[in-house]
């Protein structure tokens, strides 16, 4: 917590730190955290509590002072309508990876935005080519408050696609090109590709 609040103290006024708990905390931790997250300007707080534990994700964000993010808690169809029906959080995390492809997650950003809640375009630490499909999804919703997360490729040391995506400003341009805008390269995807032994 010291960390995050000290980064967001060294950062200008126009950055937002948000902290991703990924599952760690039980309810009593996070409803001890949150508040002193708040008092740090921490804007979100991202699955402070297991994934299967919706009824603590619903306490926490109505008693919660920062936006309360879903994020692993949400992999089913069933489990976005739980969530946005009861608001047992302010915002989702969308993966396109996670939930199926493109169609089937962008059915989980429309029954958020239904449900009233906020969207945020996340990652798998895709290479170029899951990027660049995610970027195509992400620039055509309507509303993405808390905007998207597509840094996988700069992760990376290799990559299957030909040629890289290019980033401005620190924001990834989304490809123009035909399909999702990245090619396939056939020799690095036969260099990386594993074969079964005996």
Same mark, same amino acid.
Request: hydrophobic share 45%.
């Given at each position: 917590?010291?960390?995050?609040?000290?980064?967001?103290d060294?950062?200008?006024?126009?950055?937002?730190?948000?902290? #991703?708990?990924?599952? &760690?905390?039980?309810? &009593?931790?996070?409803r001890?955290?949150?508040?002193?997250?708040? &008092?740090?300007?921490?804007?979100?707080?991202e699955?402070?509590?297991?994934?299967?534990?919706?009824?603590?994700?619903?306490?926490?964000?109505?008693a919660?002072?920062?936006?309360?993010m879903?994020?692993?808690?949400?992999?089913?169809?069933?489990?976005?309508?739980?969530? &946005?029906s009861?608001?047992?959080? #302010?915002?989702?995390?969308i993966?396109?990876?996670?939930?199926?492809?493109?169609?089937?997650?962008?059915?989980?950003?429309?029954?958020?935005?239904?449900?009233?809640?906020?969207?945020?375009?996340?990652?798998?630490?895709?290479?170029?080519?899951?990027?660049a499909?995610?970027?195509?999804?992400?620039?055509?919703?309507?509303?993405?408050?808390?905007?998207?997360?597509?840094?996988?490729?700069?992760l990376?040391?290799?990559?299957?696609?030909?040629?890289?995506l290019?980033?401005?400003?620190?924001a990834?341009?989304?490809?123009?090109?035909p399909?999702?805008?990245?090619?396939? #390269?056939?020799?690095?995807?036969?260099?990386?590709?594993?074969?079964?032994?005996?």
């Open positions: 917590m010291q960390r995050a609040t000290a980064i967001r060294a950062l200008p006024e126009a950055a937002t730190v948000r902290v #991703d708990v990924n599952q &760690a905390w039980d309810e &009593a931790t996070a001890w955290a949150i508040p002193a997250l708040h &008092a740090g300007s921490i804007a979100v707080v699955q402070p509590v297991h994934a299967a534990s919706i009824d603590a994700m619903r306490r926490l964000t109505r919660s002072p920062i936006t309360v879903a994020d692993e808690a949400v992999t089913t169809p069933q489990e976005a309508m739980a969530y &946005a009861t608001h047992a959080c #302010d915002a989702l995390s993966k396109v990876t996670r939930h199926g492809g493109l169609m089937r997650t962008a059915q989980f950003a429309h029954m958020a935005s239904a449900g009233g809640l906020a969207i945020f375009g996340g990652t798998m630490i895709e290479g170029a080519i899951g990027t499909a995610s970027a195509q999804l992400y620039s055509t919703l309507p509303d993405l408050q808390w905007g998207c997360q597509l840094f996988g490729p700069q990376l040391v290799d990559d299957v696609a030909i040629s890289a290019r980033y401005d400003d620190f990834l341009c989304v490809p123009d090109g399909g999702f805008g990245a090619t396939l #390269d056939p020799e690095k995807l036969a260099y990386h590709q594993r074969r079964q032994t005996a």
